[in-house]
């Protein structure tokens, strides 16, 4: 790992003034960045250890529950409010990573972990979110974890993050900190398509601070399934967070549909969401949403089984929720 | 508990060359952790993490070096009594906070319970992983979250051993489990 300089400030001021400067990064729990900058993905020559400043708390609101930025992945599973409000989230929480990891990551940090790519981990491969206009890989590389929907010619990676599917789901905002003042970024806007600028991935600004997260409580029945290669402690091949609420007879009112594992950003479906309204949650029901979401896949070499994988995922998934 | 010579080995075997100061690049400054109960202050350069720091500056082996990326476990340590991998936080991050490694659990010659049972259920093989299944297995009874088989095999997910002796690990966190309620 490069060598860099190490500031640890105890205002969000000190860490913005700090935070805009070239070469400067901030580091939360420091289990993504540590990784990218020990295999040269990445160098800094300024980090800025974040967890001094008051963004540490986990509050609920009238609406629903307010993450701090720095709050630590376990503690918001853990948290009483965030369980009874919003199962949804603790259980996707609790899917992702490991226990130990899970004590140290952070919040922000974990919408703002890069894509688990190989060709992106791998400095000595022609990647465009890594060095833009090197080549993408994938495309005719080994493409068994990429995206089927929304890549572009330029980059096919996909998010890994198993939270930010289900804040998707839940219509989560990001609030946010910049030199030009705070801003408040729905969690839909906040991702962005590689189009031919793959190395912008979200909407933040340079030097700009995630403050906290907001959760609605959605009072929808949810659930949250996640296909891995083993058992546990694996990132996601396909996931799906479902969120359904169901008047008389069973018919569907409102449905709430995201993925993880199929394209570059987190994925949400309203073509699927609005094959379900208005209609019991019935097996044909069900199967034509899965259809609904998967007409714009455009599969490459190695991954044309997620099609079929992420259709039987979102049957499981609303299956349970009948 | 492993004779000089082995430590020897495995020190050699795992510690990665850190490398040369690049010219120009910040030095090392003063960085001071409570490890099992001592307070020592080292010249640590900032990219120094608390594995690397652990094992090369203050000469605490035990804490092992699997994969140095998060993966393996085996550089589990506790934060304030919660459990972490080492590989993932830089030394100069955890200065205020309690920090135990392996070599903090026993009591004297008396060992901890969660390692007394890991001898009684044969927990180990090669014994490389075995430090940080101990680790986190003392915090993953202290979280209540050894109850079942199943939950034991969750909630110890995060140390993995290429030895596969899981069903003798999960065996000695059950038996530690139960020996402490
Ligand atoms: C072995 C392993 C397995 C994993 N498995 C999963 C999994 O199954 N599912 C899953 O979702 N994730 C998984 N992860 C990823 C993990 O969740 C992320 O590494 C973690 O959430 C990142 O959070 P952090 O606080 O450690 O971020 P850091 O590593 O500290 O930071 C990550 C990035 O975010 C930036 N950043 C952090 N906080 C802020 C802020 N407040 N404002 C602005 N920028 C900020 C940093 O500058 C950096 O660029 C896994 C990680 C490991 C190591
Ligand atoms: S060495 Fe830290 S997890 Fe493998
Ligand atoms: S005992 Fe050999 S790796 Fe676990």
């Known amino acids: 790992m490069q060598n860099f300089a190490y500031r640890a400030p105890a205002s969000t001021t000190d860490a913005l003034r700090l935070g805009t400067g070239t070469g400067a990064r901030y580091i939360a729990g420091g289990t993504d960045l540590l990784n990218l900058m020990k295999d040269g993905v990445q160098r800094h020559d300024l980090i800025i250890d974040l967890n001094r400043l008051p963004l540490h708390d986990i509050t609920p609101t009238t609406t629903g529950v307010r993450l701090g930025a720095l709050a630590r992945m376990a503690d918001v599973a853990a948290h009483p409010q965030v369980r009874r409000r919003l199962p949804l989230l603790a259980e996707t929480l609790l899917a992702g990573a490991s226990p130990q990891v899970r004590n140290a990551a952070t919040i922000g940090g974990n919408l703002l972990q890069r894509t688990r790519c190989w060709y992106f981990r791998d400095a000595s491969m022609p990647c465009n979110k890594r060095e833009p206009g090197s080549g993408c890989a994938a495309q005719h590389g080994q493409n068994r974890w990429h995206a089927i929907i929304g890549g572009s010619a330029h980059c096919i990676a996909v998010h890994p993050s198993d939270l930010a599917v289900a804040l998707t789901a839940l219509d989560a905002t990001v609030h946010t900190l910049g030199s030009g003042g705070a801003r408040t970024i729905g969690i839909r806007d906040f991702y962005r398509l590689p189009g031919d600028t793959p190395q912008v991935e979200t909407a933040l600004r340079s030097g700009e601070l995630i403050t906290a997260v907001d959760v609605p409580s959605t009072g929808l029945t949810g659930r949250y399934l996640k296909v891995r290669d083993r058992a546990t402690f694996e990132f996601a091949v396909v996931s799906v967070a479902a969120l359904i609420r169901t008047g008389g007879g069973g018919v569907v009112r409102e449905a709430r549909l995201a993925f993880g594992g199929i394209a570059p950003v987190p994925w949400r479906s309203a073509e699927a969401e609005r094959q379900l309204i208005g209609r019991r949650l019935d097996d044909a029901a069900i199967e034509a949403a899965g259809r609904a979401l998967t007409l714009p896949a455009a599969p490459r070499e190695h991954n044309a089984f997620k099609v079929p994988l992420v259709r039987r995922a979102l049957a499981t998934a609303l299956g349970g929720l009948r | ?181």
Request: proline content about 4%; some cysteine.
């Open chain 2, 1 to 181: 508990m492993f004779s000089t010579s082995r430590r020897t080995v495995l020190k050699t075997a795992a510690a990665a060359p850190i490398p040369a100061l690049l010219p120009g690049a910040p030095a090392s400054s003063g960085v001071t952790l409570t490890v099992n109960g001592d307070t020592v202050t080292r010249q640590l350069e900032p990219r120094v993490t608390l594995l690397d720091a652990l094992r090369e500056d203050l000469g605490l082996t035990g804490t092992k070096k699997g994969c140095d990326r998060g993966e393996c476990g085996a550089c589990t340590v506790l934060v304030d009594g919660r459990r972490t991998k080492s590989c993932l936080t830089l030394a100069v991050m955890q200065q205020g906070r309690e920090i135990t490694t392996i070599e903090g659990l026993a009591d004297g010659d008396r060992l901890h319970p969660v390692q007394a049972a890991f001898i009684r259920h044969d927990g180990f093989q090669c014994g490389f992983c075995t430090s940080g299944q101990i680790m986190s297995a003392v915090a993953c009874i202290r979280e209540g979250h050894a109850g079942s088989d199943d939950e034991v095999r969750e909630w110890m997910s995060g140390n993995l051993c290429r030895c596969g002796c899981y069903p003798n690990i999960v065996a000695a966190v059950r038996a530690a489990a139960d020996e402490e309620q």
